[in-house]
């Protein structure tokens, strides 16, 4: 089979556009019938389709929602995906939800055909679609979906205020810097020179500082972006380094505390949400392998899965791992010993999600503060290094 790309037209006269797997134009035509659509035209496509790349978090929220909604009010898992289809105005929920379409037409459980979409469904998702089919839970699986995903975004949302504000001052301080160094500073030098004046220290520094930006800028953006592109070549092509890299990252002080215990939210709540749906633990230790979003605790979740695999209590195989902290051990003990793991792991993640928030706020109370000296007091140095002269010139003219 291959894949089309198609324009049709709905029984209301809109007219719609996506991708779909037929052998020919005249399957496809037939497909879109049973979909309600009269094709218009067609044509194989040259490129991965947009049911290839990433969904967005948000719209994947919205549109487990709405299945959901869909299904728990009994509407057939074909028609509620055919509804969904018709209502997205996004262009990659619609070729997702056409994908899905066609696999279920097809005879494939939802399960399955979310496999097929790694831009949309993750290994967690995929877990818990089998587990509802199986047990006949679906609308509460997809519910749960929803939920992680929402976790998710929550979470990650958490992790960019970190970097959105330095980044704005450090934007704004390279700038001034940099028109500093580039303009200003040239025109005070040839003032200067002019007119003989001795130049104080501080805006000797500016002018050399000047000099090397104007002469070695070029050079010293080259030898960065080739930096850079090295680092991403080694990094591609070298798993030890990339968990290397992974571990500094978490002993990156104050910074490195906050990315654990954002990672640890995340593992705990998906384990949880896949225990609690039955998955056994070894399958839900390897559907959040990749949750985790870092290699270090990644490889102590599998070390753990290796453990328990072996006859260890889930507790001890965490403890031997080495990468969890006692908190999360003594939590699957107590869980362990009575009986409600579920709801252990629930509070992990509940304390280390409010752990992380508030470690958040009190490093962008210090750090607003903290930037906002610093580039004060930077643009008080090269102001005073440039008004400087320019006062003693005028200082010096005749009344």
């Known amino acids: 089979m291959s894949r089309y790309r198609y324009r049709a037209l709905a029984a209301d006269g809109r007219r719609v556009r996506g991708e779909l797997e037929a052998g020919d134009l005249a399957e496809l035509e037939h497909r879109l019938r049973a979909l309600g659509l009269m094709l218009i035209n067609g044509e194989p496509c040259r490129r991965p389709g947009w049911f290839g790349r990433r969904v967005p978090r948000r ?7 709405h299945l959901e909604q869909l299904l728990s009010a009994g509407v057939p898992p074909f028609d509620s995906l055919a509804a969904l289809r018709d209502a997205s105005t996004h262009p990659r929920t619609h070729a997702m939800a056409c994908a899905l379409l066609a696999a279920v037409e097809r005879g494939k459980p939802l399960s399955e055909a979310a496999a097929a979409l790694p831009g949309a469904f993750s290994a967690v998702a ?22 992680a995903l929402t976790r998710d ?17 450090g934007s704004i301080l390279l700038l001034a810097v940099i028109v500093a160094l580039t303009q ?24 050399g500082l000047s000099h090397g930006v104007r002469d070695w ?13 090295a680092g991403t070549w080694a990094l591609a092509r070298s798993a030890a380094l990339r968990l290397r ?8 002080p104050l910074v490195g505390d906050i990315l654990h215990k954002l990672a640890l939210a995340r593992f705990a709540a998906l384990f949880a949400t896949l225990y609690g749906a039955g998955i056994n633990i070894l399958d839900a230790l390897r559907a959040t392998e990749e949750a985790v979003g870092n290699r270090v605790l990644r490889a102590g979740l599998r070390a753990a899965g290796r453990s328990i695999e072996q006859g260890q209590t889930i507790s001890d195989a ?22 409600a793991l579920e709801r252990a792991l629930g509070n992990v993640a509940t304390l280390y999600q409010r752990e992380a928030t ?14 906002t000296l610093l580039m004060g007091g930077l643009l008080l140095w090269i102001a005073s290094a440039v008004l400087g002269p320019i006062y003693a010139l005028t200082s010096h003219l005749p009344g």
Do not use: N, W
């Open 184 to 207: 200003l500073v040239p025109e005070l030098e040839q003032l200067a020179r002019s007119t003989g004046q001795a130049l104080p220290l501080q805006t000797r520094i500016l002018v």
């Open 245 to 252: 890299a992974d571990a500094l990252r978490l002993a990156l």
């Open 318 to 339: 965490f403890a031997a791992a080495g990468v969890f902290p006692p908190l999360v051990t003594r939590m699957l003990k107590l869980g362990e010993h009575t009986g």
């Open 358 to 371: 508030e470690s958040i706020a009190r490093l962008q109370a210090a750090a607003e503060p903290a930037l």
């Open 217 to 229: 800028g070029g050079a010293l953006l080259l030898v960065l972006a080739s930096g850079i592109t």
């Open 153 to 169: 975004d929550e979470l990650a949302a958490h992790a960019r205020r970190i970097a959105i504000y330095p980044a704005i001052v």
């Open 126 to 147: 995929v877990s818990l679609l089998r587990a509802g089919e199986a047990a006949g839970t679906l609308p509460q699986a997809i519910r749960d979906i929803g939920s």
């Open 59 to 65: 719209e994947l929220i919205h549109f487990c929602f």
